[in-house]
């Protein structure tokens, strides 16, 4: 198995608690990491959760299932949307 190297360049300086600090390094000996992997890892992983979360949604059944009757319906018909889509707009030569 390979082992690949990583070199990390950027510095990422966070202040804590006397408190907070023996908690997380009581958490990192517990995984048998350091301080800093453990806190890196973590807030990678809680980062590209927030981040998954502007990208998805979840409904509960019920909402779901109208929600896909919304997608699934017919379009309605608009009249003055289809005369502005037939019109020249204003870059139209």
């Not at 390979?2 to 300086?13: D, F, Y």
């Not at 517990?30 to 502007?54: K, Y």
């Not at 109208?66 to 204003?90: M, Y």
């Amino acid at each position: 198995m390979k082992t690949e190297i990583v070199t990390k360049q950027a510095r990422l300086n966070v202040r804590a608690s006397a408190q907070q600090k023996r908690v997380i390094e009581k958490a990192a000996r517990l995984l048998n990491t350091t301080v800093s992997s453990f806190v890196l890892q973590r807030a990678v992983e809680d980062a590209q959760a927030i981040l998954a979360e502007q990208h998805q949604f979840r409904l509960p059944k019920e909402q779901w299932a109208a929600f896909c009757k919304a997608l699934d319906a017919p379009p309605r018909d608009l009249p003055a949307l289809r005369k502005l889509l037939k019109s020249k707009g204003v870059f139209d030569a």
